[in-house]
């Protein structure tokens, strides 16, 4: 169908040089070791110069802890971003409360055609994030 027409005219484009970044992420609950479903993350970009932050997406993460490209191929610009993960209310909706009201992931990107992959491991108590791939 259309969809699938769509899809092969990214392909080809991709290969006649057009930028391939892309910015996603995953949201694991390691205190169940199972992926976090249903929690609310935003990204935004720091506006230079000053400290304006402007938000650029918001999704849900599905069942297997992930959501569409924050930032879709041929998107994204070299600067400051920040990712905000709304960890309490996921907690709370799983009846625990949580240590950190919000997690927020502050990241450089200085190569705009590179795939980002910035995961995030949550418990009620500790988070950590890193550059995947």
Do not use: M
């Not at 995030?120 to 791939?133: D, E, K, N």
Request: glycine share 8%.
């Amino acid at each position: 169908g259309e969809a699938k027409a769509h899809s092969r005219t990214w392909v080809r484009g991709r290969h006649l040089g057009q930028p391939q970044g892309s910015l996603t992420t995953h949201v694991l609950n390691t205190a169940t070791g199972l992926p976090a479903a249903r929690l609310a993350l935003r990204l935004a970009q720091l506006q230079e110069p000053g400290a304006q932050w402007r938000e650029l997406a918001q999704r849900w993460t599905d069942e297997d802890g992930r959501c569409l490209p924050l930032l879709p191929p041929g998107q994204a610009k070299a600067g400051t971003y920040k990712l905000h993960f709304e960890t309490a209310a996921y907690w709370e909706s799983l009846g625990y409360s949580s240590f950190y009201p919000f997690v927020e992931v502050v990241f450089t990107i200085t190569d705009p055609t590179q795939k980002l992959h910035v995961p995030l491991l949550i418990s009620p108590y500790s988070y950590t994030t890193y550059r995947g791939s």
